[in-house]
């Protein structure tokens, strides 16, 4: 289903074949959803076509703050955001986590807006479920020697590492080492805190885009697990 959702399947016409093979040798109720999903898929292609369509003619509903100034003037700069939307039926599909309590930042919220106000003339009378635990994101990032990084990450992933943009929340989250607490960052993300953990794990011990720091142990052997006594900084050597 993941490979559907993230579009990473092969070829679309393998997927149908098999699909109607399976009806074939196991009836329709066998594969109701299956073609559902297909479906599914398809009137998303369209919905995000007419998105990006009337995002075109309002180019400023994806308009967000770059961050920097232009030299001459002290009016921000401003970046076009990229956004594409995937509409799912959700008794199509596997039950998947929402996480639809998490903070997210303003930049993903601004996307959200957009679509949320374009669905809600579109489609009146249907209800939109955010589901934060699908998808994914690109992240910029800059470390050591001003080289930068396009990462894709999962929705939740990218409201993590936001926690360490500083230009999204300031210096006050961090300590004089640059460090954030596991406790502030639970705090600025709204994220369950078991949930918070598997995403810093896979930040720091898989991928390293950051850095744990662990209190010292008492066998002085070091824990790759995530405790919630952890800080958590940027890894300027990231490559």
């Known amino acids: 289903m993941n490979r559907l959702l993230n579009?990473?399947?092969?070829?679309?016409?393998?997927e149908r074949m098999m699909v109607s093979k399976l009806k074939r040798d196991y009836g329709n109720s066998y594969t109701v959803?299956?073609?559902?999903?297909?479906?599914?898929?398809?009137m998303s292609n369209d919905?995000?076509?007419?998105?990006?369509?009337?995002?075109?003619?309002?180019?400023?509903?994806?308009?967000?703050?770059?961050?920097?100034?232009?030299?001459?003037?002290?009016?921000?700069?401003?970046?076009?955001l990229e956004f594409v939307p995937q509409l799912l039926t959700l008794g199509n599909w596997p039950q998947y986590m929402a996480f639809d309590t998490i903070n997210l930042p303003a930049v993903i919220n601004r996307c959200i807006g957009a679509f949320t106000a374009f669905h809600e003339v579109k489609f009146a009378s249907r209800k939109l479920t955010w589901f934060h635990s699908l998808g994914s994101a690109i992240i910029k990032g800059t470390f050591s020697k001003g080289k930068s990084?396009?990462?894709?990450?999962?929705p939740i992933q990218a409201v993590v590492l936001?926690?360490?943009n500083n230009e999204s929340l300031g210096n006050e989250a961090k300590d004089n080492n640059g460090r954030i607490t596991f406790?502030?960052?639970?705090?600025?993300?709204?994220?369950?805190?078991?949930?918070?953990?598997?995403?810093?794990?896979?930040?720091?011990?898989k991928h390293k885009v950051i850095t744990k720091h662990s209190e010292p142990s008492?066998?002085?052997?070091?824990?790759?697990?995530?405790?919630?006594?952890d800080s958590f900084s940027a890894n300027p050597e990231f490559k």
């Open 7 to 14: 579009k990473k399947s092969a070829s679309d016409d393998h």
């Open 33 to 42: 959803k299956l073609e559902g999903m297909f479906n599914d898929l398809n």
């Open 47 to 80: 919905v995000a076509t007419a998105f990006k369509t009337h995002c075109d003619n309002h180019p400023d509903l994806l308009q967000a703050p770059s961050g920097s100034s232009s030299s001459t003037t002290s009016t921000p700069s401003t970046v076009k």
């Open 149 to 154: 990084y396009d990462m894709s990450v999962m």
């Open 162 to 164: 936001m926690v360490f």
């Open 183 to 205: 406790d502030r960052i639970q705090q600025f993300t709204n994220m369950d805190k078991e949930v918070l953990k598997k995403v810093l794990f896979s930040l720091s011990t």
């Open 218 to 229: 008492t066998d002085g052997k070091a824990s790759m697990a995530i405790k919630t006594t």
